[in-house]
T-cell receptor, first 114, second 115 residues
Framework: NAGVTQTPKFRVLKTGQSMTLLCAQD?????MYWYRQDPGMGLRLIHY???????AKGEVPDGYNVSRLKKQNFLLGLESAAPSQTSVYFC?????????????FGAGTRLSVL | AQKVTQAQTEISVVEKEDVTLDCVYE???????LFWYKQPPSGELVFLIR??????QNEISGRYSWNFQKSTSSFNFTITASQVVDSAVYFC????????????FGGGTRLMVKP
């Protein structure tokens, strides 16, 4: 079982460059999330989606955009990368049913912006 | 707003010692869920346990046990007879029924188990 797959695993950008991080899940989950992890701060929610075609802002959305054109994919875009966006990015997904309410995470994408 | 505090940033123990990781949370919601995740050196996040606010029963799974106390807003995690493979960063997290049930994470506790 693949679960949640993130690509790429590593990336180095120059300030001002753009890129897209891809998250794919094969569990037919409705909800998908993008978090960033910075040292000593745990993970913080950037954007999330409660279903295909819907997205919403999380705690730290500035500088990021997202799209959920297909249920299994959730894309995170950086239009003009800044050094403050150097971080580890995690995607997660979960079932819509409340009984489980468990988020399953991908392996992460380590991004450095120089 | 929700908040999770893990006051212990780093703990170091010798193998076979017992260790408890503390987690204190804040929320005004009466319905909420608490989680623990493990992040080994390889970097992925591994789900360990979920507990809802209406279930205060403690849980044991092998060498792991969790103590949920609503009176003190705590959800502590104990590893009995620690092993080197337990070395990781452990995150406590909280979710409530809004904002897509997002997880609010604590800052994490780095556990180092030395042989």
């Amino acid at each position: 079982n693949a679960g949640v797959t993130q690509t790429p695993k590593f990336r180095v950008l120059k300030t001002g460059q753009s890129m897209t991080l891809l998250c794919a899940q094969d569990m037919n989950h409705e909800y998908m999330y993008w978090y960033r992890q910075d040292p000593g701060m745990g993970l913080r929610l950037i954007h999330y989606s409660v279903g295909e075609g819907t997205t919403a802002k999380g705690e730290v959305p500035d500088g990021y955009n997202v799209s959920r054109l297909k249920k299994q994919n959730f894309l995170l875009g950086l239009e003009s990368a800044a050094p403050s966006q150097t971080s580890v990015y995690f995607c997660a997904s979960r079932e819509i049913a409340g009984a489980k309410n468990i988020q399953y995470f991908g392996a992460g994408t380590r991004l450095s912006v120089l | 707003a929700q908040k999770v505090t893990q006051a212990q940033t780093e703990i170091s123990v010798v193998e076979k010692e017992d260790v408890t990781l503390d987690c204190v949370y804040e929320t005004r919601d009466t319905t909420y869920y608490l989680f623990w995740y493990k992040q080994p050196p390889s970097g992925e996040l591994v789900f360990l346990i979920r507990r809802n606010s209406f279930d205060e029963q403690n849980e044991i799974s092998g060498r792991y046990s969790w103590n949920f106390q609503k009176s003190t807003s705590s959800f502590n995690f104990t590893i009995t007879a620690s092993q080197v493979v337990d070395s990781a960063v452990y995150f406590c997290a909280l979710s409530v029924r809004n904002a897509g049930n997002m997880l609010t994470f604590g800052g994490g506790t780095r556990l180092m188990v030395k042989p």
